[in-house]
């Protein structure tokens, strides 16, 4: 009997170490949480009291004007802003299509021997520094984009026409929307490589049952593959959303930097990125240092909307 309880007896201390091991492995889960709500209220702190000092002078002006003059201490943020939320949503609406249709040629058309090193070459893509991408912008895209697009456009337009309106500028190819191209090269392979994953969690077992009910391939992604991964792929485009909001080199490259607010689409024009990559070494008054900070806290709220934006349709899509 004796023997028997020994092996007993000697599992206690590990019994009764459990609990203390678990307490202590909570601790430093809620100590990496606090600490990373600590950083988040610090930099938002931070960004408020940077930027006050501008936005308690300009108010609501700082937003719904396009002044910017650090000469005479007139900042208005409404420029920068638009050609923020502008590129950025170009840049999706040029590459999601994009994105879903390389996803699904490599899900389900492509062999697999070459899919993978397809997919390879598309990861590989992803990794490009954005600075890469600007300078091929600008020495490549630009001038192509300036003499076989925009100039042979402006001059096919009728005078006075809403086409004219809508493509005038400067033909030099630095534009919004040669900007909003080169960002949606750049989110395309973040968005591509994540729905071609989601993709391939689809059970088979669904897919060949509905070839098996006689579905063609396009029917099986449609009303099968896609409606599956739905809820998911809009963490893919958040995210590309949130790369392009928050691109500065490749834009800073190709957007012409113009604080004049953008009236048609091959206008020059900014972004909050950068306009604060341009200024900040540059911004020696306090008024002008203020207006950049400011516009960093702008860009934070955008990407923090954006984000419960995200969350809002996951929720309703969770309670379908």
Not at 249 to 277: C, E, Q, R
Request: proline share 5%; hydrophobic share 55%; with cysteine.
């Amino acid at each position: 009997m004796a023997s028997a309880a020994s092996p007993d007896h000697q599992t206690l201390p590990g019994a009764a170490a459990k609990p203390r091991n678990d307490t202590a492995f909570r601790w430093l889960c809620l100590g990496a949480v606090l600490a990373m709500m600590a950083a988040l209220l610090g930099l938002v702190g931070s960004l408020v009291s940077g930027g006050w000092l501008a936005l308690s002078h300009f108010g609501i002006s700082f937003f719904t004007t396009s002044t910017w003059d650090p000469v005479a201490d007139q900042y208005g943020a409404a420029a920068p802003i638009v050609g923020t939320l502008v590129t950025a949503f170009l840049a999706l609406v040029l590459s999601l299509p994009v994105a879903v249709g390389v996803a699904v040629f490599l899900v389900e058309i492509c062999p697999q021997g070459i899919a993978r090193w397809l997919a390879i070459a598309v990861e590989l893509l992803a990794g490009i520094p954005s600075i890469v991408y600007g300078m091929w912008g600008l020495f490549v895209l630009a001038p192509w984009f300036a003499a076989n697009i925009q100039l042979p456009l402006m001059m096919a337009a009728q005078p006075g026409s809403w086409l004219e309106s809508f493509i005038s500028g400067v033909p030099n190819g630095a534009n919004i929307f040669t900007a909003s191209l080169i960002l949606a090269v750049m989110i395309l392979p973040y968005m591509a490589a994540i729905l071609r994953e989601l993709l391939m969690s689809v059970p088979s077992h669904m897919r060949e049952a509905a070839y098996g009910l006689g579905c063609t391939q396009r029917e099986v992604v449609v009303r099968i593959m896609l409606p599956y991964v739905q809820k998911s792929a809009i963490g893919a485009v958040m995210l590309g959303l949130g790369r392009a909001l928050g691109e500065t080199m490749a834009v800073t490259f190709i957007i012409g930097n113009s604080h004049n607010f953008p009236h048609s689409l091959f206008d020059s024009g900014s972004t909050i990125s950068s306009t604060i990559a341009n200024e900040f070494t540059e911004a020696t008054g306090d008024m002008h240092l203020s207006a950049l900070v400011a516009l960093g806290l702008v860009l934070f709220m955008i990407t923090f909307v954006t984000i419960a934006l995200a969350r809002l349709l996951l929720g309703r899509g969770g309670t379908k």
